[in-house]
């Protein structure tokens, strides 16, 4: 069982940067993908970004490349989102996902709650 906590959510300027944490608890994470998904109103759930736990290796969607970046942190058991360059079409709620596959193609096991960032113009 894996629990997982985001924070970091907020009000922002476009242009601006925010910080996301996802930090897990329960069972070890060494073996998961960590992703990032956001949910904007009146639209579905999309894919953001994800990081193996082992190893590292990263992916990110077409429409945040180059402004995000999803690091870990194995000590803490946190992963970060570090958002820049935000738009007002990065407004969602972003959910920390943990599960399996590369990419967009990862299979949540876990969710978090989501929190909220809102990007204004």
């Known amino acids: 069982q894996v629990q997982l906590v985001e924070s970091g959510g907020g009000l922002v300027q476009a242009g601006g940067s925010l910080r996301l944490s996802c930090v897990a608890s329960g069972r070890t994470l060494s073996s998961y993908h960590m992703g990032w998904f956001r949910q904007a109103p009146g639209k579905e759930r999309e894919f953001v970004g994800s990081i193996r736990w082992s190893g590292g290796s990263t992916y990110y969607a077409d429409s945040v490349k180059g402004r995000f970046t999803i690091s870990r942190d194995n000590a803490k058991n946190t992963v970060y989102l570090q958002m820049n360059s935000l738009k007002p079409e990065d407004t969602a709620v972003y959910y920390c996902?943990?599960?399996?596959?590369?990419?967009?193609?990862?299979?949540?096991?876990?969710w978090g709650k989501g929190t909220l960032v809102t990007v204004s113009s």
């Open positions: 996902a943990a599960g399996y596959g590369r990419g967009p193609n990862l299979v949540v096991d876990y």
